[in-house]
């Protein structure tokens, strides 16, 4: 079946300009994730959404940055005025609904975004 | 989320079996050891969990000390497409934090 896809798979943008990166996720997957990787490092956790609401937004850096998945599958992540420290991968994942399931998250191969 | 500890790097011969290790002193009684890993300019992918007991699937066993303070992934037959960043995690399931926590992980070289 499908994985998680994200669009675009690279973005180049200049430094202030808005950027939204696009996240689907695996049919029927009620949690979605925001994660971040900047070259040579693990990726670490922004936000997690638990169908339409973000359950926990404690990664999110500053005020820049905000989420959304308003119908509880695609979710947008969006930058304003973005900074040349922006610059790094950008993951999603999806994950089952956790009551019952289990807690593996599946990620897409994510949205490298360059700040110029 | 109790820290782990791996080493930076590991090398092994393609065929063999690569054990890689990890360390989590603190681990609590409900947490879980996750392991996921990094192929090149891939998202990461699951490989395995478990709790106390060992587990084995498809891709790989996980071998969980009787104390829990240490575990170890193994890739029975490491190929040349082993070759990625293999990280340790600990989750505590059943609560409201979900988020993964990456540490810097092994990379692990398969040799041909």
């Known amino acids: 079946g499908a994985g998680v896809s994200q669009t675009p798979s690279n973005k180049v943008t200049e430094k202030g300009k808005y950027v939204e990166l696009r996240c689907d996720p695996i049919?029927?997957?009620?949690?979605l994730y925001w994660y971040r990787q900047s070259l040579g490092q693990g990726p670490e956790f922004l936000i997690y959404f638990q169908g339409t609401g973000a359950a926990d937004d404690s990664g999110l850096p500053n005020d820049r940055f905000f989420a959304v998945r308003p119908e509880g599958s695609v979710s947008t992540l969006k930058i304003q005025r973005t900074e040349r420290g922006d610059s790094a991968v950008y993951l999603c994942?999806?994950?089952?609904?956790?009551?019952?399931?289990?807690?593996?998250?599946?990620f897409g191969p994510g949205t490298r975004l360059t700040v110029l | 989320d109790a820290k782990t500890t791996q080493p930076p790097s590991m090398d092994c011969a393609e065929g063999r079996a690569a054990n890689l290790p990890c360390n989590h002193s603190?681990?609590?009684?409900?947490?879980?050891v996750y392991w996921y890993r990094q192929i090149h300019s891939q998202g990461p992918q699951y490989i395995i969990h478990g709790l106390k007991n060992n587990e084995t699937n498809e891709m790989a066993s996980l071998i969980i000390t009787e104390d829990r303070k240490s575990s170890t992934l193994i890739l029975p037959h490491a190929t040349l497409r082993d070759t990625a960043v293999y990280y340790c995690?600990?989750?505590?399931?059943?609560?409201?934090?979900?988020?993964?926590?990456f540490g810097s992980g092994t990379r692990l070289q398969v040799q041909p």
């Open positions: 994942a999806s994950s089952p609904t956790p009551r019952g399931g289990t807690d593996t998250q599946y």
């Open positions: 049919s029927g997957h009620t949690a």
């Open positions: 603190t681990i609590s009684g409900n947490e879980y």
């Open positions: 995690i600990v989750l505590r399931r059943g609560t409201g934090r979900r988020a993964l926590t």
